[in-house]
């Protein structure tokens, strides 16, 4: 049997912390940003961890 692959996609969006959880980042940050008001996007930068129903999903991807 082949070994698996890692999802390379996933590598670029998620981070890996120490006690085995996932970093990502927030969604509606990437465009369309003149509309959107400066406390709006102060409150979607950086990074949260994700939730416990993705982490089994994601933990699939980094196959190490």
Same mark, same amino acid.
């Given at each position: 049997?082949?070994?698996?692959? #890692?999802?390379?996609?996933?590598?670029?969006?998620? &981070?890996?912390?120490?006690?085995?959880?996932?970093?990502?980042?927030?969604?509606?940050?990437?465009?369309?940003?003149? &509309?959107?008001?400066?406390?709006? &996007?102060?409150?979607?930068?950086?990074?949260? #961890?994700?939730?416990? #129903?993705? &982490?089994?999903?994601?933990?699939?991807?980094?196959?190490?």
């Amino acid at each position: 049997m082949q070994k698996l692959k #890692t999802r390379r996609s996933a590598i670029k969006r998620y &981070k890996k912390t120490a006690n085995d959880n996932y970093l990502r980042r927030r969604a509606n940050k990437g465009h369309l940003l003149e &509309k959107k008001s400066s406390s709006r &996007k102060r409150k979607l930068c950086g990074h949260i #961890t994700v939730e416990n #129903t993705e &982490k089994s999903i994601i933990k699939k991807f980094f196959n190490k």
